[in-house]
T-cell receptor, first 113, second 112 residues
Framework: EPEVTQTPSHQVTQMGQEVILRCVPISNHLYFYWYRQILGQKVEFLVSFYNNEISEKSEIFDDQFSVERPDGSNFTLKIRSTKLEDSAMYFC???????????FGNGTRLTVT | GEDVEQSLFLSVREGDSSVINCTYTDSSSTYLYWYKQEPGAGLQLLTYIFSNMDMKQDQRLTVLLNKKDKHLSLRIADTQTGDSAIYFCAEILPSVYSTLTFGKGTMLLVSP
């Protein structure tokens, strides 16, 4: 069964550094998402992406965050200058249509020191 | 407003049925989902129900939806130790397409 894949599984970075989290959505899906889960807290929506542009974003997704689909298969989340509070599990997801079920990857655990 | 509430913990014996409950506050939810998260793993879609349905059955899983009370439940029949995981209830609102609002998750522990 097709899967959403994310790399790396764990990323450790120093405060102030830039990180790029990578995702390969399911190939025939058109909608792409990033969610995050701070340890012990709810899974929170960050951003949705369709037709090469952001369609929705939460208040968490500030100017430090950006997303890109650099080619036909990858979908990336960049955090420009990481803060300690960015430490979380970041999940990529994709869906075939706007209201179709979301399929999630296994996540990237980001640790900011 | 939008908020999804779940009990935090459920413990059952292998072979018993498990019922995980969820309440949501926004009656305009279109779809309601159950995701499973095993330790260190991602969010696995288990099942979902459209808001105009009352029940959906999929093998050992039964989802019941009570729209009047805004209550969703997931029943797992013949629970196995491999079912031990965190189960998340999530809703989609019609105003923001495919933006899921998750509950905090229910940790299900199945003992032999």
């Amino acid at each position: 069964e097709p899967e959403v894949t994310q790399t790396p599984s764990h990323q450790v970075t120093q405060m102030g550094q830039e990180v790029i989290l990578r995702c390969v959505p399911i190939s025939n899906h058109l909608y792409f998402y990033w969610y995050r889960q701070i340890l012990g807290q709810k899974v929170e929506f960050l951003v949705s992406f369709y037709n090469n542009e952001i369609s929705e974003k939460s208040e968490i997704f500030d100017d430090q965050f950006s997303v890109e689909r650099p080619d036909g298969s990858n979908f990336t989340l960049k955090i420009r200058s990481t803060k300690l509070e960015d430490s979380a599990m970041y999940f990529c997801a994709s869906s075939r249509q706007a209201n179709s079920p979301l399929h999630f990857g296994n996540g990237t655990r980001l640790t900011v020191t | 407003g939008e908020d999804v509430e779940q009990s935090l913990f459920l413990s059952v014996r292998e072979g018993d049925s498990s019922v995980i409950n969820c309440t949501y506050t926004d009656s305009s939810s279109t779809y309601l989902y159950w995701y499973k998260q095993e330790p260190g793993a991602g969010l696995q879609l288990l099942t979902y129900i459209f808001s105009n349905m009352d029940m959906k059955q999929d093998q050992r899983l039964t989802v019941l939806l009570n729209k009047k009370d805004k209550h969703l439940s997931l029943r797992i029949a013949d629970t196995q130790t491999g079912d031990s995981a965190i189960y998340f209830c999530a809703e989609i609102l019609p105003s923001v397409y495919s933006t899921l609002t998750f509950g905090k998750g229910t940790m299900l522990l199945v003992s032999p």
